[in-house]
């Protein structure tokens, strides 16, 4: 078995947490992975949160059905995702890939046509929809890199989007958020899941090859 299945093995979507605090290095990578995160035209249009005041994740947990990993965590990280894309955020895109690479940017033309041709073209509810699962995207690369980590990550979308939106100012940003992510270390002791043996569909049921 690859370190990496017994890892996806050891990871749980912790119910409790006993609040001990991620070390920096670790955040570090975890955040890093998130960052690396493949996206639709490698956009990333979504803005990630990473919450440490124990206030905030209280404040929080009030939206989330008081919901206990919320404010047990060590640390809260929130994607909230654009709720509008804009001929703005095409340009900076355009700029970021000049710079980064150390090409003009015209010569980026037609790729900035086609990109604009297919997303400001279409409805803003339906870029919002599609900004929404490019943020689920980096979710995922989130809690892989934790499991590699041993920091336990818990996805969670039991609460109030609006509250938590109220909460961080979101919507004056443009944002919106789409999935919480919280990490930490299991409470062993008062998580009676935590040993439970995982369950999962077989593949004979999941999988279709044709």
């Excluded at 209280?58 to 995702?81: D, G, N, T, Y």
């Excluded at 003009?104 to 803003?124: H, M, Q, V, Y």
């Excluded at 934790?146 to 939106?165: C, H, K, R, Y």
Aim: no cysteine.
């Amino acid at each position: 078995m690859s370190n990496l299945i017994e890892t996806l093995n050891w990871r749980y979507a912790t119910k409790r947490m006993n609040g001990e605090k991620v070390p920096v290095e670790k955040l570090a990578v975890i955040l890093e992975a998130i960052q690396l995160s493949p996206s639709s035209a490698g956009m990333q249009p979504y803005t990630v949160f990473v919450i440490e005041d124990q206030e905030i994740k209280e404040q929080i947990q009030k939206v989330a059905f008081m919901q206990p990993q919320v404010a047990e965590a060590s640390h809260l990280i929130v994607f909230a995702s654009w709720t509008r894309i804009t001929a703005e955020h095409l340009d900076q895109y355009i700029n970021l890939i000049a710079e980064t690479r150390g090409i003009p940017a015209e010569s980026l033309d037609g790729f900035k046509t086609s990109i604009t041709n297919g997303i400001l073209s279409r409805p803003e509810e339906i870029n919002a929809e599609w900004a929404a699962r490019q943020a689920y995207i980096a979710l995922g690369h989130g809690l892989v890199a934790a499991a590699s980590e041993q920091i336990d990550a818990t996805p969670m979308e039991g609460f109030d989007a609006n509250g938590l939106d109220e909460i961080l100012g979101l919507n004056e940003k443009g944002l919106h958020s789409v999935v919480i992510m919280t990490l930490g270390y299991r409470d062993t002791e008062n998580d009676i899941l935590a040993s439970a043996k995982k369950v999962r569909r077989s593949q004979e049921e999941l999988f279709v090859t044709i």
